[in-house]
């Protein structure tokens, strides 16, 4: 230490050059440093500047959608059949619940005391949960009732990441009454996924699953709104930078009347089978009951395994839409249409007469086809009042299978009508072709005879009996079925009427061929006995023509009915179509059931009960009426 | 002293108050340190989401430097030199202490002494350059064999025991000041090209010394994009938040991706990448100036001190601040590994900047002291 004083004087020039020499080769080493650390920053800021930009634009903007509301709908009156109504679910925040798993798993046994939950709801839970991020809210319990709500909020307290959350669901008011038209919507399922547009169906849980529900999903569906956010790494959203309102789904009112319709339901009763107003005019259902219905609104939230349990094992069938999709055999209800075959084609007169003895046989064949009713000489008319088989059997013949299907084709049979309702069945129009394709077998003569009393091959659907009966009554004017009348871009803008589906080829093209059918369903209804119904249309303010229908449900060669264990009462489908005015027609009525004694006897009283009802209703044409309602 | 106050506490106020009416220091580096504690102030504003009570901890520590500062710039440079050995002995000794008894998180780093909590490593980055300037100034210059190798053992030690802790970069920064020390002394040409063509032959061994973690480190530095969410996720996001940044910056607290929190560490290590997030390419070549403008500052100084050991001390510590700079940046940038240097005076974190402003202190005494006085 003594030392170091002197030893800092020593040489202090040279020193002091060799240290300014390299503190000025350090100085520019070091700018040199920094030049390049400069470098880098051009090269990242300028150059890659724009990339880094987008990466860091894409990595914390998300675009959201937002569910548009589902469109509603109503019947012409704007009575409401399907809602979007506040409903209330329990959610979860799995990253809330304390414990992790195992304290979520506590959780849920424990909320089981307070709120029933399923093992299905669980289920869902746990997949729902698997594809979202901790702090998201995750759905357990849909639909909470009242009582429900209160005792958990009694409770509330134990539960921490459990909150009540309100929700919009679909709703059914009328329960059963129009789920066989409406349909329903249910979860969107995985297959449905693959097909759907992705972008519009973004945040959207639920899809129209069957009937008008299926069938309008475009037009109900609407368009979903996008959120712009800003999220953090986390992936929480830090703040909203745009936000565009979704276009709600258009509401459809549907040319059926709810009147009608609950009468119609209450007429059929517990019968199995379907009825269908129409008005031939245009083609526009006004009822359509399939029963036995069930209440849509069990499928909305998914429904329980022991509800659907029930459906399914139910023998009575009550998920089969029986107006559009139940296989019948026609009968006899298919003989006006066999006339105006004989008639268009040339084949007969309406004055042409036909000898009935009991029994008809083709020339040369020693089989006998049955007829219950050996009138004697018909002409037409008569034929079809008093449903004399002979008449069909031989015009069926002489017509030959295929210029019988191909005129009865014409009506809209073996195909599907193309009702604006999801699900609709084909139904067979006997054919020489069909048999061919199906069977791999030959046409023999005896099943152009049978088919000419709408027997054998033939199954038809309520809906295609009706669409072909209102080609009838509109006097050939063919109108295909539908069931949507109006469409309302949204609350308070007037409903815009739908355009009518396109008009198939006029069926009839002489108006006396048609009056001579006419006059023969006329008959059949106000003529004495043996007219098939007469007097069905006593106190009716119009005229009613009509035709009914008694199929055989069971082997058609066995005479005897031995064999079969079933009442006289439950032996036949039975069915009766009908319109009126019979003049200038404004509604035809198919009533079709599975069982019954005859068409006379079971089908055709519903259908005149059906007629009285319409009578109260008829307001000839009614626009629809906008729903006088807050937007909700 | 030519005071005859007997009263201590008087003569105490006396100085303070000749200290106050005229602070012996060099105006143009104070105003650089206090534009450049500025700057750190106001990114940390933003990048803490302007949480005013990490900016107030961090004005508390330079307060608490600039109160170091100002003591030191007062004490003599031959004082310094008489108590270095002293100092160098001391900060290897808490090394050691650190070494048996620390605690930190993942690495011992810290010592805690109840009132502070500090890292012993950091004042090794000053004793270290004092050290070297001492041994060197005790022998004629330029240096020879011997005192070279003094020096280097005396580099070893400090280093070595913060590489085990394991703190790699600042180990890095106690190696510059010394090797710093040694440049500025005069080493000849070929001896430097010597010892660098040796380091490069040796640069394979260091392989086998190194943590796992260092290991890792590299080779995500390599390829950050192979560990997109693990230790890549640092590099890469960092690069996103300097890139997109562009020339002109998205603007003060608008920088989403230290905000957003996708920048980690966005207070401290990586508080350079909010900066040039924010401020844009015309921000970073502002400050990257100003540091040049610091350490250009400081060799001059070092440049005009009184005496050997003066120049040398000042030249090191002023060269060794370029390291910070240019390991920070780096890391920032993309460019060199990930290790823990902050970025000094703007990153936070108390024991550098306090450290830092005392070794400024020290190039404010070696001003006062200069070869031509007022």
Redesign the interface.
Known sequence: ?K??GA??????R???E???T??IV??LL??L??GA??A???F???Q??????E???K??ISVRSVAPARGLIYDRNGTLLADNIAAFRLEVVPEAVAGGRKGLDKMLAELGDVIAISDDDIERFQSARAKKKAFESVPLRLKLSEDEIARFSVDRWRFPGVEVVPYLTRAYPLRSLFTHVVGYVGRIDAKELEHLDASAYAGTTHIGKTGVERWYEDELHGTPGSETV?????GRV?RTLDHIPPTPGKNLYLSLDARLQRATEDVLGSRLGAAIAIDPRNGEVLAMVSEPGFDGNLFVNGISRADYAQLIDDPRKPLLNRAIAGAFLPGSTMKPFVAAAGLELGLRRPSDTVVSTGEFHIPGQKRGYRDDFPAGSVDLKLAIAWSVNTYFYSLALELGIDRFSNFLGRFGFGAKTGIDIAGEAVGVLPSAEWKRKTQNKAWYPGETVIAGIGQGYWVVTPIQLAHALSVIAAKGANRPPHVLHAMQEGIGLSPQPAPLPLPGPSVIAHPGNWKAIEEGMSLAVNGPPPSTVSGLGQGFPYAIAGKTGTAERYSRYDETWTSIATSAAERHQVLFECFAPAEEPRIAVIVALETGKSGASDAAPIARKILDAWLKYDDDAPSPRVAQQDAR | MTFEFDHPGTRLRLLARRWLRAPALDWPLALGLLLLGGVGLITLYSAGDLDAKIVLNQSARFVLGTVLLLLISRISPQNL??WTPWLYLGSVLLLVIVAVLGEGRGANRWLDLKLVRFQPSELAKLTMPMMAAWVL??????PKFFSLAIVAVLIAIPAGLIAKQPDLGTALLVVAGGM?AI????MAWWRIGLVAAAAAAAAPMAWHFMHDYQKKRLFTFLDPAADRLGDGWHIMQS?????????WGKGWHHG??S????LPEHTTDFIFAVF?EEW??IG??AV?VL??FI??RG?TI??NAR???S??LA?SFS?SF?VY??VN??MV???LPVVGVPMPLISYGGTSVVALLAGFGMLMAIHNHRRTPR
């Not at chain 1, 890659?48 to 930009?53: L, P, S, T, V």
């Not at chain 2, 100034?137 to 330029?142: A, D, H, I, K, T």
């Open positions: 230490m030392l170091s030893r800092a004087l020593r040489n202090p040279s020193d002091a060799i240290f300014r390299r503190a350090g100085f070091i700018a440093g920094l650390l400069i880098r920053f051009v990242l800021q300028i890659r500047g724009a990339e880094f930009a990466t860091s634009d990595q914390r800003e999220v953090g790494a986390d830090r | 030199r008489k100034s005790r022998r004629e210059l330029p710093f440049f500025l002394a005069g690069e996103i938040a300097v890139g997109s940044g562009g020339l989403t991706q905000q957003l929190e996708f040039s844009g390419l970073v070549i990257i540091y040049l350490v250009g060799l070092a440049a005496d050997t050991y120049r040398l030249g060269m370029f700079v240019m940046g780096g940038a993309g460019i």
